[in-house]
């Protein structure tokens, strides 16, 4: 037993060393990239190259729009199907599944399932013209509809991406103790009570580390929104990746990287203050 | 009460039958003929089964490469995720260390940062030391997206086995690292084969940065997401079907898993 002070360290070892090397260090380099000339010397260029860029503005612009829509639409969709679980019996572990299939499926391939139904000639518009409701093959994935546009996106990124939400609710339901409900529906607590006073209260822990999880994915959002519009709805990360590819400027890229990088961090560090305090006001 | 809980039940399935849909719809689109994709108005029920979609698809040039190298870069990451993730895992189960919080901290914060943009400082490094455009560098790049998630979820399945199993072990004369493997791992190894099972998927569904390290050998997503704009819909349809196909399996086969996962994964 006297190597067991070496023993975790040597264990953990190749994970750190490979952390160090494939997450901390393109972390530095990607601010290094995108503030420094290749010749070393400190510089704004990149940043304002970008900020002075046509599609900055709009990218960020379309990218807040989604995550302030997708985000608490999900968070509000997957507590409402947690909740359905709890309350089925039989079947529970096939609607699981179910609700559960997007988690598997690439961002690309939700897009593209998508355009198949949103398409001029997809399988939404051959419903409303069977319906009588339009004429003809009716484009909603154009510039031309930037609300139809978002729509769908929102709409293919809730069917997507709900499923992480949900996953982490259930877990966080399965560690409620039953005592709790069952105490109070024996004092008479409807179930709507129920939920307001205990359910979520003790939900929280998981509903905050869902909430940001979600919220960096969805800063992420990129192959979902190229596979559906192209490049009718610039975002952020479509545009590190135009730079990156067509462009060919790493710098202006990293510059892209970099800050999608700050406004996580940044939103998650409110959420944790947001919530801490709420925490604190409620005990 | 019970009017409420079935239509509750109704709802649920509702629900259901709408999240089966897209995949149904893209399903019925690449299971048909080619020309079904541009027709109007469509049918939403299957019309004629046809493997002309699905054929063309797997037979345009570069297609099977994706696929293979898709393949690869999912089982490369696969082993480097278990094999890096599995023993820190052990080490967070079964010793207190100093700095044991540090390399926690280390872990979740992976979490606050999305992880596939860190590919486009590295394209530059990968050029000079020749891992651009590789499968070995998507991979590596695909198992730092992976490892935060298999350490933690190994960590809490070696907690699940009682330590006493293993001290039992040790008293009849087995060293460490036989007790491990005749005792520990066998009772890990399904939650051990769900774990990697997951990291297949992440490398196999990553779109970024496989798009952002290669050029000649792209990987599935990257191939398709490189063709979105010039290529025919019936191609984009037949290519998203088949990037969901192993998915359906896959989560069929790790459902058990994916509560306990992730809610100890995000404690």
Request: with cysteine; hydrophobic share 55%; glycine share 6%.
């Amino acid at each position: 037993m006297n190597d067991s002070g070496r023993t975790p360290y040597v264990l953990i070892a190749p994970s750190v060393v490979f952390l160090l090397v494939l997450f901390i260090w393109p972390l530095a380099e990607t601010a290094l990239m995108a503030l420094r000339t290749p010749e070393g010397a400190w510089t704004g260029q990149y940043i304002a190259k970008m900020t002075s860029d046509l599609n900055f503005g709009v990218a960020l612009k379309n990218t807040l729009i989604l995550v302030a829509i997708v985000v608490p639409l999900q968070m509000v969709v997957a507590l409402a199907m947690a909740m359905m679980l709890q309350n089925i019996g039989r079947g529970r572990m096939a609607l699981l599944y179910i609700w559960t299939i997007p988690l598997g499926v690439s961002d690309l391939a939700a897009g593209l399932a998508w355009l198949a139904i949103f398409n001029d000639r997809g399988y939404f518009n051959s419903l409303l013209s069977s319906l009588g409701l339009i004429s003809g093959p009716t484009s909603w994935l154009s510039y031309n509809n930037p609300v139809a546009l978002f729509v769908c996106v929102i709409v293919a990124e809730i069917w997507r991406a709900t499923a992480i939400v949900l996953v982490i609710l259930v877990a966080g339901v399965q560690m409620i103790p039953k005592e709790y409900n069952e105490a109070a529906e024996v004092f008479g607590a409807r179930p709507w009570t129920r939920f307001i006073r205990i359910t979520l209260p003790l939900l929280k822990p998981s509903l905050q580390s869902a909430l940001i999880l979600r919220t960096v994915l969805a800063f992420e959002v990129f192959a979902v929104v190229y596979a559906l519009a192209g490049r009718d709805l610039p975002v952020l990360v479509g545009e590190a990746y135009n730079w990156q590819g067509a462009y060919q400027n790493t710098h202006v890229a990293s510059a892209y990287a970099l800050f999608i990088l700050l406004v996580s961090i940044g939103t998650t560090l409110v959420y944790l203050r947001v919530l801490r305090v709420r925490r604190e006001t409620l005990s | 009460m019970k009017q409420g809980s079935r239509a509750l039940v109704a709802f649920a399935i509702l629900l259901a039958v709408c999240w089966l849909v897209p995949i149904y719809l893209i399903g019925i689109s690449a299971l048909g003929p080619k020309e079904a994709a541009t027709a109007w108005p469509k049918s939403l029920l299957p019309t004629t089964f046809s493997f002309d979609t699905m054929g063309f698809f797997l037979r345009y040039t570069g297609v099977w490469t994706a696929v293979w190298n898709s393949v690869v870069v999912a089982m490369l990451t696969m082993v480097f995720a278990v094999l890096l993730g599995a023993p820190a895992g052990y080490a967070l189960a079964r010793y207190d260390f100093r700095g044991q919080t540090v390399y926690r901290v280390l872990i979740v914060m992976t979490r606050a940062f999305p992880l596939a943009i860190l590919a486009l400082p590295l394209v530059t490094r990968f050029i000079s030391v020749g891992l651009y455009d590789t499968q070995l560098g998507v991979a590596l790049v695909h198992t730092a997206l992976a490892l935060p998630f298999s350490i933690l979820v190994s960590s809490s399945l070696f907690m699940g086995i009682p330590r006493e199993l293993e001290e039992a072990a040790w008293t009849l004369g087995c060293t460490r690292v036989q007790a491990f493997m005749k005792v520990v791992l066998p009772l890990a190894l399904p939650g051990m084969a769900a774990t990697m099972i997951f990291s297949f998927v992440i490398s196999w569904n990553e779109v970024f940065s496989a798009s952002v390290l290669t050029l000649n050998n792209r990987t599935l997503t990257a191939f398709l997401f490189a063709s979105l704009e010039e290529s025919p819909l019936h191609f984009r349809y037949a290519g998203g079907f088949f990037l969901i196909l192993p998915s359906l399996i896959f989560i069929f086969v790790v459902r058990k898993y994916l509560f306990s996962m992730w809610g100890i994964s995000n404690r």
